[in-house]
């Protein structure tokens, strides 16, 4: 049995595959010997299928010392081989037996995409457990709520309030040193909010916005009236008893859409006759 290390080392070979390879067959014997050595260089190379030895791109001269040649006998023999389209060559030089090298780049990408997978999925596992943690709440000293815990309260509650209770609590168990006494702070300030009938947000935002809109409504009408009143002031006496008695006499025919030119002092004069 072989260990890791040595499994390493054995490179398989496929003879049917070599004995097929015209392009390598129609080489000659010494481009053939040099590319069995390039190939086993390949093998052991830490990206397996580029030409590394001892992690960097081999020079003409580092091969011919390696394979007991000269640097023009490599140069040529390795010209030999690309003519022959036995290996491949990147833009940089490096070369390649993309049958080793193809496998190893398919490998490669699938452990990144795992990896980056993995950083993303612990990154969101790690917030999300970070967010059911409970830790001080910033500026009070005892009182521990989780983020998710927090985030409700100001939500039902709004935030003057839920800051007063949690003063409350916290001036509390520190004046009485009652650190262990509440072991759940979060149902302990809800407790304390429902003993004193805190209303939730929903239940009083509803009337507040009612409120609101009626304020609104008359604010409206004051500031129709107040044109209307500076409309009509601006006419001659004569022309306001007419624009009356216009608008009385559209009422009583049960008209109101304005035609005349003064239509719209008309139109207000009806909306105040029926308010009146």
Same mark, same amino acid.
């Given at each position: 049995?072989?260990?890791?290390?040595?499994?390493?080392?054995?490179?398989?070979? !496929?003879?049917?595959?070599?004995?097929? !390879?015209? &392009?390598?067959?129609?080489?000659?014997?010494?481009?053939?010997?040099?590319?069995?050595?390039?190939?086993?260089?390949?093998? $052991?190379?830490?990206?397996?299928?580029?030409?590394?030895?001892?992690? $960097?791109?081999?020079?003409?001269?580092?091969?011919?010392?390696?394979?007991?040649?000269? /640097?023009?006998?490599?140069?040529?023999?390795?010209?030999?081989?690309?003519?022959?389209?036995?290996?491949?060559?990147?833009?940089?030089?490096?070369?390649?037996?993309?049958?080793?090298?193809?496998?190893?780049?398919?490998?490669?990408?699938? %452990?990144?995409?795992?990896? &980056?997978?993995?950083?993303?999925?612990?990154?969101?596992? %790690?917030?999300?457990?970070?967010?059911?943690?409970?830790? $001080?709440?910033?500026?009070?000293?005892?009182?521990?709520?989780?983020?998710?815990?927090?985030?409700?309260?100001?939500? !039902?509650?709004?935030?003057?309030?839920?800051?007063?209770?949690? &003063?409350?609590?916290?001036?509390?168990?520190?004046?009485?040193?009652?650190?262990?006494?509440?072991?759940?702070?979060?149902?302990?300030?809800?407790?304390?909010?429902?003993?004193?009938?805190?209303?939730?947000?929903?239940?009083? /935002?509803?009337?507040?916005?009612?409120? !609101?809109?009626?304020?609104?409504?008359?604010?409206?009408?004051?500031?129709?009236?107040?044109?209307?009143?500076?409309?009509?002031?601006?006419?001659?006496? /004569?022309?306001? /008893?007419?624009?009356?008695?216009?608008?009385?006499?559209?009422?009583?025919?049960?008209?109101?859409?304005?035609?005349?030119?003064?239509?719209?002092?008309?139109?207000?004069?009806?909306?105040?006759?029926?308010?009146?």
């Amino acid at each position: 049995m072989t260990n890791d290390n040595n499994a390493k080392n054995i490179m398989p070979f !496929d003879v049917n595959a070599y004995l097929s !390879d015209t &392009e390598l067959l129609l080489s000659s014997m010494s481009a053939q010997g040099l590319w069995a050595r390039l190939l086993m260089w390949m093998w $052991k190379s830490e990206y397996r299928g580029k030409l590394y030895i001892n992690g $960097k791109q081999p020079t003409s001269k580092n091969l011919a010392t390696l394979c007991g040649t000269t /640097e023009q006998e490599i140069n040529k023999l390795i010209e030999e081989l690309k003519k022959n389209k036995v290996c491949d060559v990147f833009a940089d030089g490096t070369i390649i037996n993309r049958r080793m090298y193809e496998p190893e780049r398919k490998k490669r990408e699938l %452990s990144k995409k795992r990896a &980056e997978a993995g950083h993303k999925g612990g990154v969101a596992h %790690s917030k999300q457990k970070d967010s059911k943690i409970k830790k $001080k709440v910033s500026g009070f000293g005892y009182v521990y709520l989780t983020k998710e815990e927090l985030d409700r309260l100001v939500k !039902d509650y709004g935030k003057k309030i839920v800051k007063i209770y949690i &003063e409350r609590l916290n001036n509390y168990i520190g004046s009485q040193g009652l650190q262990n006494k509440y072991v759940d702070h979060n149902l302990t300030i809800r407790n304390w909010m429902n003993r004193d009938n805190i209303a939730k947000k929903e239940v009083f /935002e509803a009337p507040m916005r009612a409120r !609101d809109d009626e304020q609104k409504r008359i604010v409206k009408e004051k500031q129709a009236q107040d044109k209307f009143d500076i409309m009509f002031k601006a006419l001659s006496p /004569e022309k306001q /008893e007419k624009l009356k008695d216009e608008a009385v006499e559209r009422l009583k025919m049960g008209k109101k859409t304005i035609i005349s030119r003064e239509g719209a002092i008309v139109k207000s004069m009806i909306k105040q006759i029926l308010k009146d």
